[in-house]
């Protein structure tokens, strides 16, 4: 018997191969996911890891750039225009001045920006030490140092007395193999202890190590920010079509416009909140207000959360001390403060530039916190916004067409 083989059963029979195929390559797939996954998840760790001075830089540099800005039109272009009326210049004799002042221009601006840095954190760093400094329980240090010497040693002369009366009742003997394992695991157990120590001392001076490097990476990107544009700008055009290019400026700018109204105002607005806080918590009589303003103006950074994230160090302190009332009035004080601050500072220094349904806020922070932890939580905000102010574009290129 013939069977009829042409050319539509070869073509029917190519396709049930190749859909079996497929199902057996998603199966593997499927079947290989977590380990594919968690392969993906360890390169992008670690490129991160290697990348982390140079982003870091990028974000010190994106924060900075206002104040260099700042610097260039306030200061150094009206210092420029002064010198110029004086016939002062800086570079006598050069033929290619104006070149060399186009490059120099971001440099003076850009120190000044770096030196106001150091000099804030200089005077921070002031403020904390005076403020543990003054503090009774710090006054008294010398003497918990020398009370612990005295426990140690009374501490030795008792162990010492303890083993000469178990050698004179001979009990020493039959727990030698007790106290043999006992100083085993206890000289393990501090082993570990010193191993971890020295691994997170390690990875803190690593850490250090990765600042400096990108402090030294946001310097060079302030400095030469014009030129890095300009050639970002060229690459962009030869890579995509004119049209793309445009859109994709427009998309920067919505993304500049969104993070810069979020983020520098949200840390200018933090800044007063701190500062009000520490103030008020002072007047109070609460120890440490400086530390406790700095922790609230950081938590401040996250809406509706970081209030009572910041509430919780002066209510602790407030307990401790000597009235316990204290904790009542630093709330009290706290929340008014946080209300002054929700309806007049932050509609004034933020803006309208993230203008969110408080429930898509509080979703997008309990999405963010989940997925990210704290770092999703201060993102989750400005996200959001973004994604919204993406949506009002889309919808209004949609109805202009």
């Known amino acids: 018997m013939k069977l009829p083989w042409d050319k539509q059963y070869l073509k029917i029979s190519f396709h049930v191969i190749f859909t079996l195929i497929v199902i057996l390559g998603l199966g593997i797939f499927i079947q290989n996911i977590i380990p594919i996954t968690t392969a993906i998840g360890i390169l992008f ?3 991160l890891s290697i990348l982390s001075p140079f982003f870091i830089g990028i974000a010190i540099a994106y924060l900075l750039d206002p104040v260099v800005d700042m610097y260039q039109k306030r200061v150094v272009e009206p210092l420029g225009i002064f010198l110029k009326k004086k016939n002062i210049s800086l570079f006598k004799n050069n033929i290619n001045k104006k070149n060399k002042d186009k490059e120099t221009s971001r440099i003076l601006p850009t120190l000044l920006t770096y030196l106001t840095l ?27 140092v020398n009370s612990i010497k005295i426990y140690v040693q ?52 690593n850490k250090v190590i990765d600042l400096a490097l990108a402090l030294v990476i946001s310097f060079y990107l302030l ?26 400026k427009y998309f920067w700018f919505d993304v500049d416009m969104v993070l ?37 103006g950081i938590a401040n950074v996250i809406p509706y959360f970081g209030p009572i994230i910041g509430m919780i160090p002066a209510a602790l302190m407030g307990l401790i001390s000597d009235n316990p009332m204290k904790a009542l009035y630093a709330c009290i004080t706290l929340l ?24 898509a806020v509080v979703v997008s922070i309990l999405i963010g916190g989940s997925l990210f932890g704290l770092l999703g939580m201060l993102v989750a905000v400005p996200i959001a916004a973004l994604v919204k102010l993406l949506l009002i574009r889309f919808m209004e290129r949609n109805t202009e067409e």
Do not use: C
């Open 45 to 47: 760790s670690k490129i």
């Open 223 to 248: 400095k030469d920010k014009r030129k890095l544009l300009k050639i970002f700008n060229q690459f962009i055009k030869i890579l995509l079509p004119e049209k793309a290019y445009n859109r994709l």
């Open 336 to 359: 008014i403060l946080q209300q002054i601050d929700g309806a007049i500072i932050a509609p004034k220094v933020v803006g309208e530039s993230v203008d969110v349904h408080p429930v």
């Open 154 to 205: 009374s501490f030795n002369n008792m162990i010492t007395n303890l083993q000469q009366g178990l050698e004179d009742i001979g009990f020493l003997q039959e727990a030698e193999e007790a106290l043999t394992e006992f100083s085993w695991k206890l000289g393990s157990y501090v082993q570990n202890i010193t191993l971890l120590a020295i691994e997170k001392i390690t990875k803190a001076g």
């Open 260 to 296: 810069s109204g979020y983020i520098r105002g949200q840390l200018t607005d933090s800044l007063i909140m701190g500062v009000l806080i520490g103030i008020s918590v002072a007047i109070i009589g609460i120890d440490f207000p400086i530390i406790i303003g700095m922790i609230a």
């Open 118 to 144: 150091v000099l804030l954190l200089t005077l921070i760093g002031i403020l904390l030490s005076r403020s543990l400094g003054n503090h009774k329980g710090f006054r008294n240090l010398d003497n918990l």
